[in-house]
């Protein structure tokens, strides 16, 4: 099964969970609506939409729960409550619809749903939305209009989405491109995992947790909940004291295996083999392979062969393709029509709502993401050693901070139900009243003290 993804849930809209643009269509775009914040998380593409605004003049709208690097460069920061970005879309897609600024031609040949659509999105008022999402009227209404009115917009996500109601923002960000004609307008989904994508092109379903016994390939990647599995075993080419594993195992690392690598934009690359493994150390495959014999099955494999014949996403893709690089499905997904038994794409419903824990005199912490390669704690490890600033702070509001005593660079002991965390505070402005900001952590309710 394949981790959680940003991806999940294109496929029953469009045929595919897969990015439809790929990033280097986004340096051409003249309006570009992101959420979350690639340009902290993903440098690869952070150059891409730094290219189109300073050399293309693109417009950049941006939304998230707190401003990181990509708020600094757009040209409007849509901050939404915790939990609100699927109420944000909703109010960006009344607009459109309601404006009558969608492409009615392309949503009557190429889409149904849109009378349900348009009676879901009649069933809450704008002053509505904005409460819901923490977003003024006025700025959901600029955001709406000047994303309409682009001659080349595109829609950028990350796998922020994830620290919120996925599924559900996945719904309306495909909305949103189908609206504006997704042949015309771009959907970029920028992931963090390496070869994420490849591992949803060949594996159809999504692992959801429930599983007693559970076996990792390179780490435990983000998101995956394992809470109810009594035993869990990963490969790790680096020890890197993962305590949710209770058997680690040597694995290759990239240079010492051969296969292929899928890029977060559908690029596939052979990966070949530069050194041989220590004694002792196995790739993935060959630990699968041994695994599976002992449990009295045999596995067998003929290479990139049977990977072309069997997984729809690479059929036709020849071996030596490989050699130079190849994106399946074209540079952009659906130019003749989508995936599905109709060859159109659904109009979907979503949920708004998604209520996040409730503090009760406590803060209600949320955070982002900057890497995603569990290997990266290596570095993490030494990062303060060696450049003398500190891997891991939390944000916290001015008023809160005075309330606690707590200055700009103080020590303040973050407490929930399971851990603690010792870190400098940095006092923002732009953090709300109750709320936390930590990196790299988890959505969860915490008190908080100074040291």
């Not at 902290?40 to 401003?67: C, H, M, S, Y």
């Not at 607009?95 to 889409?111: G, H, L, M, N, P």
């Not at 695994?291 to 059929?315: C, D, M, N, P």
């Not at 003749?336 to 659904?346: L, Q």
């Amino acid at each position: 099964m394949a981790p959680p993804s940003a991806t999940s849930g294109l496929k029953e809209i469009f045929g595919y969970d897969a990015s439809p643009l790929p990033l280097s269509e986004v340096e051409d775009a003249d309006h570009i609506f992101i959420v979350g914040d690639p340009i902290e998380q993903n440098p690869l593409a952070a150059r891409f939409l730094l290219k189109a605004k300073f050399d293309g003049g693109a417009w950049i709208t941006a939304a998230g729960v707190r401003p990181g690097k990509t708020a600094w460069f757009s040209n409007l920061f849509l901050q939404c409550k915790p939990r609100g970005v699927a109420a944000l879309l909703f109010g960006v897609i009344k607009r459109i619809v309601e404006s009558e600024a969608y492409d009615k031609e392309f949503v009557e040949r190429q889409t149904k749903g849109f009378d349900e659509l348009k009676r879901f999105l009649d069933e809450k008022s704008l002053h509505e939305i904005a409460e819901a999402s923490g977003v003024s009227e006025r700025l959901i209404t600029q955001a709406a209009d000047s994303l309409a009115k682009a001659s080349k917009p595109c829609i950028v996500y990350t796998t922020a989405i994830l620290e919120e109601n996925a599924k559900e923002i996945v719904k309306a960000l495909a909305d949103l491109a189908l609206l504006l004609n997704i042949t015309k307008a771009g959907l970029c989904v920028v992931e963090g995992v390496p070869n994420i994508q490849g591992a949803k092109d060949v594996l159809d379903e999504e692992f959801d947790g429930d599983a007693k016994v559970v076996v990792t390939l390179g780490g435990v990647p983000p998101y995956v909940d394992l809470d109810s599995a009594e035993f869990v075993a990963t490969t790790q080419a680096f020890l890197l004291g993962d305590e949710s594993a209770d058997v680690i195992l040597p694995g290759a690392c990239f240079a010492e295996k051969e296969g292929t690598v899928t890029s977060t934009d559908r690029f596939v690359q052979k990966l070949r083999r530069v050194v041989e493994p220590p004694k002792g150390v196995k790739t993935e495959s060959e630990i699968l392979r041994e695994l599976a014999a002992r449990l009295g099955v045999e596995l067998s494999f003929e290479g990139w062969q049977e990977i072309a014949t069997t997984v729809k996403a690479y059929k036709g893709i020849t071996e030596d393709a490989l050699e130079g690089g190849v994106r399946w499905g074209g540079e952009r997904l659906y130019e003749s029509g989508f995936e599905t038994e109709d060859r159109r794409a659904k109009l979907m419903l979503f949920d708004m709502r998604f209520e996040p824990p409730k503090p009760d005199g406590e803060f209600l912490v949320v955070t982002e993401r900057r890497t995603f390669n569990p290997a990266w704690s290596l570095v993490v490890g030494r990062f303060e050693e060696i450049t003398g600033k500190p891997w891991r702070w939390i944000e916290i509001n001015p008023e809160d901070a005075a309330a606690l005593g707590l200055r700009d660079g103080d020590a303040a002991r973050l407490k929930t139900d399971a851990e603690e965390l010792v870190a400098p505070v940095v006092v923002r402005r732009e953090i709300s009243k109750n709320i936390l900001f930590v990196p790299d952590y988890k959505t969860c309710v915490a008190s908080l003290e100074k040291v």
